[in-house]
């Protein structure tokens, strides 16, 4: 018998999760350069790379086009915690996040306050420091969640209701970040050995908690990822103040402004985190829904295929409100 496959028949279509809209900021995207831009090869100069204005070819996996009015709508918001559950997510990711403000030297409190202590003090390579070590942490949940369904409908042989599709491509996101930030510095040895045994760590206790609770995980990933939004508002805050000068002439790589698909006049540094930001929003929202479902039986409301999205929370905390009523009834 003689098997034919027609390739024009199969396509891939990426996910295109629902943007996230829930932090208002004013003013526009890109700082114009001060007397400080001088300084803007503080960073750079650690690893060189281009800002050519040449879009040029997309990402594999393409990222869905964010417009001005929504990486500027993105706010930080917090889902409360009703059930044991939800408190043992919420309490990890606390733990986990004082243990690495520890270690990292980070502060909450602006950087205009005069009893800050210059070693609290967020400069340039504290940031790039914090964001490459968040982002090595956050890449793992979407690939162990991903990995660990995928294995599941092979051994059930079913569908997966499209589960899969999102998580690896939060994964994706998520890696994205990290290589971007490595285009404006080199991380040494020591935050390679921390990295690699964060990752070790992270991945060994995430995959075994993944098999136990799957609900628990997509909660504590949608608790870290409201930390990330916290953690890159303020970063802009920082930039806007005018407290990292190097970073107010510096453009985004290229590879940020071919995979978000930067348009002209939205390719500085301000920019590169506002797009970030909202990448995580994202992720913090269709966690928190995941959360919310039957981990076996119900669809992906963000799957390529399943056009039955939350509700749009652009402008509005309306998104949140809904996951935590539905959260209330057990949903």
């Known amino acids: ?43 750079s100069t650690k690893r060189n790379h281009t800002t050519s204005t040449h879009v040029g070819q ?19 918001a917090h889902r409360k915690a009703y059930t044991w559950q939800d408190r043992a997510a919420l309490g990890t990711v606390r733990l986990l996040r004082w243990g690495m403000d ?81 285009k404006l510095a080199e991380p040494g040895p020591a935050m390679r050995f921390m990295v690699l045994g964060a990752q070790w760590v992270f991945f060994s206790g995430f995959s075994l908690a993944y098999l136990i609770s799957p609900q628990i995980c997509h909660r504590f990933v949608g608790y870290l990822e409201e930390e990330a939004v916290i953690t890159y508002s303020k970063a802009i805050r920082d930039l806007e103040d005018g407290h990292l000068p190097a970073w107010e ?24 985190l506002l797009y970030v930001r909202a ?23 963000f799957a390529a295929k399943v056009r039955a999205q939350v509700q749009s929370v652009a402008g509005s905390t309306g998104g949140l409100r809904q996951l935590e009523e539905n959260s209330r009834k057990g949903t």
């Open 102 to 182: 520890f270690v990292s030297g980070y502060n909450s409190r602006p950087a205009n306050t005069n009893t800050l202590s210059k070693a609290y003090v967020m400069t340039e390579e504290k940031w790039i420091t914090r964001f490459v070590f968040l982002e090595s942490v956050a890449g793992v949940p979407g690939m162990v969640a991903g990995m660990l369904r995928h294995l599941k409908s092979i051994r059930r042989m079913r569908r997966d209701n499209g589960w899969i599709e999102t998580l690896l491509e939060e994964a994706y996101n998520e890696r994205m970040h990290l290589l971007t930030f490595l």
């Open 1 to 43: 018998m003689k098997l034919q496959t027609s390739t024009a028949r199969l396509s891939l279509v990426p996910t295109r999760l629902q943007h996230s809209a829930i932090f208002r900021t004013g003013g526009i995207l890109c700082a114009q350069p001060s007397r400080h831009s001088s300084l803007s090869t503080l960073l």
């Open 279 to 301: 990448d995580e929003a994202k992720h913090r929202d269709v966690n928190h829904t995941l959360g919310n479902l039957d981990q076996n039986t119900d669809p992906n409301p």
């Open 249 to 272: 002439g510096l453009q985004a790589p290229e590879m940020a402004i071919k995979y978000w698909q930067m348009p002209e006049g939205q390719r500085c540094m301000r920019s590169l």
């Open 58 to 76: 997309k990402s594999s996996w393409t990222h869905p086009v964010y417009t001005k009015e929504q990486i500027l709508a993105v706010r930080t």
